[in-house]
Each structure stands twice: as structure tokens, then as C-alpha cells.
């Protein structure tokens, strides 16, 4: 049997409420002991670590990553971003069904599930699709999808914007004990638009995506979790108008939830506008928290109308920003992720409106999570953890996001302060459509752990005893 001793670390629990310098101690692939007794497991055969000065907490799982396998692998494949998640501290994610074909039918799930347990880097979930073929006119299978293995069901990248069939699939999701998670936009409202509808849109002649685009879409989602008792799941939540309808159906105690994603809580669209607007207008109120000088020329430059501030939602307004954060620490959104979305550099090389949505972000948003939300001074770490393991596991009905006895050995161990700077040339992905290259960041993930097992190979050297 294989076995792992982490020494000296601060461990951090947020589902056992577990906050302390301890030693923790992992045998074939499970938590032995956490604390005194930890130190007293090991054998002469035990792999130690040297974690002083580092934090160790449960693995870190992102709930809303596209993988891109079957069909896209010139974009991601299952391997690649297995690779990426374990660089950026996560050991858990749940890949997307908008691949080539759809994974709206049981053989997709069980041919995206075996080529997931060919990799060992990283626990990759899949979710199945609501409708067949993500065309929001029939629903899929969802027992079948249900029975091979998915853990929820989304036709994300798309929205069903038919209610009727929305409610249906929200009560076979309650009979099969599946969240629904939806990407709220209505077609009818959003139509061609490109980035947020406000000052931005109109001084750049881009057509505008309204943010009642998403706003109606929640609501619509708010009346379903009342009408059915299913669990629905607003994805990548951007907009106030969306936040104050999630925190207002969370107090009358209905199954809603609601996620957020660091580009919505960190930048604005006037970053589509350059560096010099975006830092003169909402650029502001990042510095504190990101520790740049005011110098405008040592700031990451930017050119206007950069692809890689295009993505659905859209980037919002200063004041949009503001809520999401506001939601984020009040608990009205209780889970981060990143809606990790890679493209081919080609794609994105092409003018603003006919550029793809989307933008990587396993590998940076846990950084920008520490930034904009511990040393901002907005949440504990233990606050913010919990938005990373034990809510996402508790949504998903994972037996991960904790280090109880007896549970998997998902760890990550990450340094809270440690600066960096994010460049191109470090990407485990096969993507690099991502707008933070070159930004100064504070707090990195140091190790991670998937079943008792190192997957992180770089810094493997660093922490050995």
C-alpha cells in the first residue's frame, strides 16, 4: 500500500469546520488521520511532505469546464485539461456536454468516461445534456444518462427557451435526483449581441447582449425550482439584477443556486475597450487587492476590441461587478468555477463579432480567487475554500470536498501569498485564449493530490523532505 504523510501544514476543512497546523496522513488512496495522531501513522516506506508555511485543504473541484473530447480535440482534449486542472490546484472537474457528438446519449457518457479514466491527473465528471443535441426541442434520455453515470444535466452553451419543455426537464431531473444547471440567456432579448449593452457597446459599435438577456432567464429558473422542487443551477451568474433574484428566492428557501466566475468578478466591459479605458474607468479599485503601481505603463497592455475579452455572459459594468462580488460573499452564490473555455489561437485571431465566446481559466482562477476575495479582505480562507470543495460536492452529490476520515485523498496545497506572474510559455492546456497573461498575481496552488497521488510533476522537488 502506498502511503503519504503532509507535515506541518495549515489545514483547512470548511466541511468538518476544521481549521488548524496539523499533519495529515493518506493510505491507498484515503484519509487515514488528520492531527497529532497523523504523525504517529507513518511507516519507514511513507512519502513525506514538507507543507510549513503552505495551506492544505480538499481538492479544489470546478463544476463547469469544456472539455471539447469527442470531436474538438484540436481545442482541448480530456488529457490536456486534466493536465490544466492539476496545475491550477484542482482535483476534480465536470466536463461539459457541448462536444461533437453531444454527450446527450449513454454511449457518449461511456466513451468520455473510459478515455477520462486513461489520464490519472485529475477526476473528470461528465454532465449530460438536457435536450438531443443541445437543440432545446426534445428531451434526451435523462434516466439512461442518469444510469450511466452523469452527476447533472445542461445544455450549456445553449439555453432552452422553450419553458414548457424546461419544466419537464426539470421534473424528470427531480425523479433521477440530477441538479439542472442552465446558462440563462434569452435569445429573443440577447439576439447578435457581442458584449455588454451599455456606454461601452455604444462607443465601440458592438452590438449589445442586455443583461435582462440573463436576468429573465433566472427568474424563468426561479419559478421552475418553485413549481417542480428541482435543484436548478443558474451558471456563470454575471448580472445585479441576477444576484438580487437568486438572494431573494434563497430567503424564501427554494432549491436555487448560483455560481461565479473570476473573469465576471474581476474585470469589466471596458477592458474590450483597452487598457488605457479600462484601467482609467474600473481598473481602480484592483489595485489594492493586486498590489500594481498606478503607472499606467506597468500595467498588462491591452489592445481595443480584443478577442479574449469576448464571453458569454459578457464582461459587465462596474456596478455588475460589484453585485456578483457582493452575492459571492453573502452566500447568494455559493460556488466559484471557471467556465474554462478553449479555443484554437485561429478562432480567436479574427474581428470582435465573429470571434467564439469563451476563455481558459483552470489554470489562473484560484489565483484570482485569492486576490479579489481573501486579500481583498472580502472572505476568510476558509469561506472561500468552501465555494470551492464542499459546495460543489454537496450540488453534485460527490463523496469529495472534504479530508474526513475514511474519505478519497484529494488534496490541494497551495501558498496564499506567493507571487507570480502568468505567462503564455506555462500552459498545460492545449488553448491560450486568455486575457490575464502578464498579470502580477498573489497566492498559487503548490501540489496536487488525486487519490493519495502526486499529479503535479513540476514542483514535486520543492516540497519533498
Known amino acids: 500500500m502506498s502511503s503519504l504523510l503532509i507535515k506541518g501544514g495549515r489545514v483547512i476543512d470548511p466541511a468538518n469546520r476544521f481549521d488548524a497546523v496539523a499533519d495529515v496522513f493518506i493510505r491507498d488512496g484515503k484519509i487515514v488521520a488528520v492531527g497529532a495522531e497523523a504523525g504517529t501513522e507513518p511507516g519507514s516506506g511513507a512519502e513525506t511532505l514538507d507543507a510549513q508555511g503552505l495551506v492544505v485543504c480538499p481538492g479544489l473541484i470546478d463544476l463547469h469546464v469544456h472539455l471539447r473530447e469527442p470531436g474538438q480535440t484540436a481545442k482541448e482534449t480530456i488529457a490536456s485539461g486534466a493536465a490544466a486542472a492539476a496545475k491550477g490546484g484542482f482535483t476534480s472537474v465536470l466536463c461539459m456536454p457541448n462536444t461533437a457528438p453531444t454527450i446527450d446519449n449513454a454511449g457518449t457518457v461511456a466513451l468520455v468516461s473510459a478515455r477520462a479514466r486513461r489520464q490519472q491527473l485529475a477526476n473528470v465528471f461528465v ?64 439576439t447578435t449581441g457581442v458584449m455588454h449593452e451599455g456606454e461601452w457597446s455604444t462607443r465601440l459599435g458592438l452590438q449589445g447582449w442586455p443583461a435582462a438577456g440573463e436576468e429573465v432567464i433566472v427568474a424563468r429558473n426561479i419559478l421552475l425550482a418553485e413549481v417542480t422542487g428541482a435543484r436548478v443551477h443558474c451558471q456563470h451568474v454575471s448580472t445585479a439584477g441576477s444576484v438580487a433574484l437568486l438572494r431573494e428566492a434563497k430567503r424564501r428557501g ?60 459578457p464582461l459587465r459594468s462596474a456596478r455588475d461587478r460589484e453585485a456578483v462580488l457582493e452575492g459571492i460573499v453573502d452566500g447568494t452564490i455559493e460556488i466559484l468555477c471557471s467556465d474554462h473555455a478553449p479555443h484554437c489561437d485561429f478562432e480567436k485571431e479574427v474581428e470582435f463579432d465573429s470571434a467564439p465566446f469563451g476563455i481558459t481559466g483552470l489554470e489562473v482562477e484560484f489565483s484570482l480567487a485569492l486576490m479579489q476575495l481573501y486579500h481583498a479582505g472580502r ?3 476558509a469561506e472561500l475554500i468552501a465555494k470551492y470543495t ?11 470536498g472534504t479530508l474526513a476520515v475514511g474519505a478519497d485523498a484529494d488534496v490541494t496545497l497551495f501558498d496564499p501569498d506567493r507571487a507570480w506572474v502568468w505567462q503564455r510559455s506555462e500552459t498545460a492546456s492545449q488553448a491560450q485564449n486568455n486575457p490575464f497573461y502578464g498579470w502580477r498575481l498573489r497566492g498559487r496552488p503548490v501540489a496536487t493530490i488525486v487519490a493519495g497521488r502526486r499529479t503535479d510533476v513540476e514542483q514535486k522537488a520543492e516540497l519533498a523532505v
Open 390 to 400: 464542499v459546495a460543489p460536492a454537496r450540488l453534485l452529490g460527490l463523496s469529495k
Open 127 to 190: 454532465a449530460g445534456a438536457i435536450t438531443k443535441g443541445l437543440a432545446g426541442e426534445e428531451l434526451a434520455p435523462i434516466g439512461s444518462l442518469q444510469r450511466a453515470g452523469v452527476l447533472a444535466i445542461t445544455d450549456d452553451g445553449h439555453c432552452v427557451q422553450n419553458n414548457e419543455l424546461m419544466r419537464r426537464a426539470c421534473e424528470y431531473a427531480r425523479m433521477f435526483d440530477l441538479p439542472v444547471l442552465d446558462h440563462c440567456q434569452d435569445y429573443a432579448l440577447v
Open 254 to 313: 427554494l432549491p436555487i443556486s448560483g455560481e461565479a466566475c473570476p473573469h465576471h468578478y474581476t474585470l469589466t466591459d471596458a477592458a474590450i475597450a483597452g487598457s488605457e479605458s479600462f484601467w482609467a474607468r474600473d481598473g481602480r479599485s484592483l489595485f489594492s487587492a493586486f498590489g500594481w503601481p498606478e503607472t499606467p505603463a506597468e500595467l498588462p497592455a491591452w489592445p481595443s476590441y480584443d478577442t479574449h475579452f469576448k464571453m458569454n455572459p
Open 379 to 381: 472572505l476568510g480562507l
